[in-house]
């Protein structure tokens, strides 16, 4: 990244004193310059000695409660809320207490649920709990319980909003405790696990869908139990049908989760362009503490990287275009704005990108909550 972003008149409306503010930027402009979770190497993309970089960084997230400031970035006027689960490979990590193995039985890691409100096609994160077999074990608390903890931060939040998930989330339990905080649920159904649903007769019924075609189904009982509507969708050109559950309008439900399918991509440039995957630290505070300051790089760079993107690609393209794309807008559409960021500023002259970043702090200071939401 040839240019780089100068975060501290960022960061500043993040932070509520200078010297933190500061420091925090010296951290998130060398995790962005090094692309890598590694204190080592971002130490070396500080200015100073790395030495003395290392353990600067050190110090820091030993003071800073940092997911609480990422809890700045949550949107208020979003109409939905995310929830991604993302498996962190850690195969060396043998002595680590926090890390357990994964869904496979066999690969040492551990999982984040990350939280993320959609902004221009992507996801901007909020939030975000760790755990694993290990953790699970120690602590006494199921997986699920892990998940009910990540969504308890968001209950003063949410208002009218629905949690958004994937089909590991389609469990009773889960259903049970979103109907007892009154919140709104988008859940993909995990069909291979042939759940049962029953009408108001009590009869049950086997939801299906014709290839190229849409069905719903209105006031069902899943398993039995919880009141849901549901609806599936079968496209053309895909192996098998899109199956949602919700208490929306089943339609507003379809068009909400399709939106989600998109902003996966964020997920995938924390892993692919930051390398998320790669954290390496002893505690599981520590780990946490880097999440966030890598979630907190990571939406400074998104929304600078959106500056950038629509500057170099125009504008943002309509959902149904009334004509076929144009090259240049192909891009728009195949490129994030984080990776843009990274790849490709050096196109731009330093005039240029002060005028770009101008723009960006404009709409980064929009997005900040006045006040820290207290996890």
């Not at 709104?184 to 049962?196: C, E, Y």
């Not at 989600?260 to 946490?288: A, G």
């Amino acid at each position: 990244m040839k240019q780089s972003i100068k975060a501290f008149s960022f960061l500043s409306h993040v932070f509520d004193d200078e010297r933190t503010a500061r420091q925090a930027a010296a951290i998130v402009e060398g995790i962005l310059a090094a692309q890598s979770p590694r204190l080592a190497r971002i130490a070396q993309h500080m200015p100073g000695t790395p030495a003395a970089n290392y353990k600067a960084i050190q110090r820091f997230i030993q003071r800073v409660d940092l997911p609480a400031q990422l809890w700045r970035l949550f949107q208020s006027d979003a109409e939905f809320v995310i929830g991604d689960p993302t498996e962190i490979p850690r195969p060396e990590a043998y002595k680590t207490s926090y890390v357990g193995k994964l869904k496979d039985g066999k690969t040492r890691g551990f999982w984040l649920l990350l939280l993320a409100t959609p902004y221009r096609g992507r996801a901007l994160p909020c939030g975000f709990v760790s755990y694993s077999s290990r953790t699970i074990a120690q602590t006494l608390r199921s997986r699920n319980q892990y998940h009910w903890l990540a969504f308890d931060q968001l209950k003063t939040l949410l208002g009218d909003k629905p949690l958004v998930l994937d089909r590991e989330f389609s469990y009773l339990e889960l259903l049970h405790y979103l109907r007892s905080l009154g919140l709104n649920f988008v859940i993909r159904i995990h069909m291979g696990n042939r759940p049962s649903f029953f009408d108001a007769a009590g009869q049950r019924i086997t939801p299906v869908v014709d290839l190229g075609g849409e069905a719903t189904y209105h006031e069902l009982r899943y398993l039995g139990q919880v009141p849901v509507h549901v609806i599936g969708v079968w496209r053309i050109g895909h192996a098998e049908p899109l199956w949602i559950m919700t208490n929306l309008a089943p339609e507003h439900a379809l068009r909400i989760y399709a939106a989600r399918t998109q902003i996966e991509q964020s997920f995938r440039d924390l892993k692919s362009l930051l390398h998320l995957d790669q954290l390496m630290n002893r505690t599981q505070r520590y780990m946490e503490q880097m999440v966030a300051l890598m979630l907190l790089a990571f939406s400074l760079g998104l929304v600078c990287g959106e500056i950038v993107r629509d500057a170099r690609y125009g504008a943002p393209i309509p959902h149904d275009p009334p004509h076929p794309p144009s090259a240049t807008q192909r891009k728009w559409q195949r490129y994030s704005g984080f990776f843009i960021l990274l790849k490709e500023t050096d196109a731009l002259s330093a005039t240029r990108w002060r005028q770009l970043q101008r723009q960006a702090l404009e709409r980064f200071v929009q997005l900040v909550m006045p006040d820290p939401v207290p996890p």
